[in-house]
Each structure stands twice: as C-alpha cells, then as structure tokens.
C-alpha cells in the first residue's frame, strides 16, 4: 500500500526558500516514478516537477526551471522538492504524487494530502 505524506510547507517571503518532503510508508517507493503538483485557489492543479525511479531523469513545468530542485532517496523512501527564489505565484497546495512506472508517467497511481505553501511579498 502506498501512502504519500507531505511536510515542509510553510509561510516564506518572496527570495525565501523551502524544501517540501514527501514521505512513503510502503515497500515499493523505489520502483515508482515520482512527481510533485500544485494547485493554486481558483485554479487548476498543475505539473511541477518530475523524478524517474532512479533519479537519473528529472523534469519541470518552465516556471520553475532553475529555481526548484526535485530529488530522491530511495534509502530513506522520501522525495524532495527544493524550492529556491520562491514568488508570490509559487503560492499554491503542493501534492507528491507516485506512479506505477518508472519512467516519468502523464498520469499518476498514488496522491498525497498536500502541503501549503504561501509566498508573501
């Protein structure tokens, strides 16, 4: 059973940096592809960022590119999303999210609860 459970949400001002965790309980978080989401108020959920099961491939909606990180450890069953030069339309409910495949999928398995993420400026 695959159980995702975000954390490091938080209130930054605009420049900070925040780095989300997502946690997985289950015995077959190595073999999932990974992703995080976002869905800000009054619109729709969106692609952040993307990890093959090895984090060998990575990928990231524009926006983010060269500001947010997205990474792995198997080890320890835990994605990251790295988020530096946070804006205040970074503002939104983040989602980890797991995928049955390996390689980085269009839909995915498994959602987490989400985790608040508010930039002010």
């Known amino acids: 059973q695959v159980q995702l459970v975000e954390s490091g949400g938080g209130l930054v001002q605009a420049g900070g940096s925040l780095r989300l965790s997502c946690a997985d309980s289950g015995r077959t978080f190595s073999t999932y592809a990974m992703g995080w989401f976002r869905q800000a108020p009054g619109k729709e959920r969106e692609f952040v960022a993307a990890i093959t099961w090895s984090g060998s491939s990575t990928s990231y909606t524009h926006s983010v590119k060269g500001r947010f990180t997205i990474s792995r450890d198997n080890a320890k069953n835990v994605v990251y999303l790295q988020m530096n030069s946070l804006k205040p339309e970074d503002t939104a409910v983040y989602y980890c999210?797991?995928?049955?495949?390996?390689?980085?999928?269009?839909?995915?398995?498994?959602w987490g609860q989400g985790t608040q993420v508010t930039v002010s400026s």
């Open positions: 999210a797991a995928s049955r495949l390996r390689i980085i999928p269009n839909n995915y398995d498994y």
